[in-house]
């Protein structure tokens, strides 16, 4: 039977991690690591702001990961061309994250999808309520800034249709909140597509987890608070999931 | 020395890492004579398939291959895609041929859940059919392996079937016939399983 996957999500700075609240950094979980034995894949962000900024550093931080880590990478950050994609999987990369070039240029997915396939392409979402589509959820781009008048459920539906193999739907509001996956959010989008969806913004404890397979309808779910995630953490969650009706790898 | 067929699809440094973690010499190359000169090959790739036996064919590589695999038996083991380009033909996009050294052919993944989504993605478990495969030395049957794909191979008439996965309905996740190998699943990012098996390869094949 396939697993739901337990997905942890890296943002980096500059080369440095860090996780992030309300879309802001917040640099007092650094000093910790992944259990790479246990987690199921882990998708590295580069969310440096400035477009012209040089991404060695975090091309090298990913470059470390996939010498280690031998489950999927999924990497992303700023991938605005074919040429960015093609970065990103040489430095180490199994797939690639898009988010913010796919909403000025939807055909990205596209091009990378028709180069690599669409098990490649995960197109992120970030969407958050929204007062100019009638209370109901608006996709924003450029980290969370930017309304772009979309629903993510059209959006999801319009990525898988020019080749994402995944989408994942990321709460603004949720980020660092630690109060669970929007289920409402996620619920909408994966009932949207018919690809895999990844959850991300919010998880604070493991019940969490089951709920947002369970309620949001997610194939995989992301988790950025690392502090929960020291040593043995992911196992102790992964043995709770299962314990409630989820099928995982343990 | 390894060789890691390069025609230009896919991520080849994961390979190529795990490779060199198990403490062999990998060689990304497309160079007929390099891989000549490697003791065993394997054929990564993601991505569709007309695509790879075009790149395979840009590369001069289809009658390399035929060579070296059909008439001095060198060890290779197709991953993924390379995996299905084993196969007869298949159904992505067009019907395209493939490389026809294992008799099956490669169509699209209908799980017989409507609810189960495609592609697809993740750890599934792998059920030995013929646990006497050398690449299953030290893997346990139901050893969980990540998969990631919207097409598969059907049942090769010829027995070289050596294991199945179920997603609605099982279909072919490893082969062997004689020194070809394949996987449609990724050993090379499936954790302690993977490794074992693909070390299996590197050392026993």
Known sequence: MLRNRLITVLTFNDGTLFRTKLFEPDYRYTHNFVDSWSVDEIVMLDVTRDPMADRRAFYDVVTQFARECFVPLAVGGGIRTLDDARRMMAVGGDKVVVNTGAVERPELITEIAEAYGSQCVVLSIDARKSDALDGGYEVFSHFAGNPTGMTPGDWAREGERLGAGEIMITSVERDGSLQGYDLTLCRLVSNAVSVPVLGMAGAGNWKHFVEGVEQGGLSAVCTQNIYHFTETSIASAKKFMEKKGIPVRL | ?205
């Open chain 2, 1 to 205: 020395m390894i060789g890691i067929v390069d025609y230009g699809l896919g991520n080849l440094t994961s390979v190529a890492g795990a490779v060199s973690k198990l403490g062999f010499e990998p060689h990304i190359t497309s160079n007929a004579d390099a891989l000549t000169s490697a003791d065993k090959l394997v054929l990564p790739g993601v991505g569709a398939f007309p695509d790879g036996m075009a790149n395979l064919a840009e590369r001069g590589l289809i009658d390399v291959l035929n060579d070296l695999v059909l008439k001095r038996r060198k060890p290779i083991l197709g991953i993924c895609l390379g995996f299905q380009l084993l196969g007869r033909s298949s159904e992505e996009f067009r019907h395209t041929g493939g490389l026809g050294w294992i008799d099956a052919a490669v169509t699209r993944l209908k799980p017989g859940d409507p609810e189960l989504r495609v592609p697809h993605v993740g750890w599934n478990d792998l059920t030995q059919t013929r646990p006497d495969c050398i690449l299953f030395d030290g893997v346990a049957d139901q050893s969980l392996f990540y998969f990631v794909h919207s097409y598969c191979m059907e049942t090769p008439p010829d027995g070289s079937q050596v294991g199945t996965c179920d997603y609605g309905r099982p279909f072919t996740a490893a082969v062997q016939k004689g020194s070809v190998f394949g996987t449609q699943f990724h050993p090379e990012k499936s954790q302690q399983a993977g490794l074992t098996l693909l070390n299996n390869f590197l050392e026993k094949a």
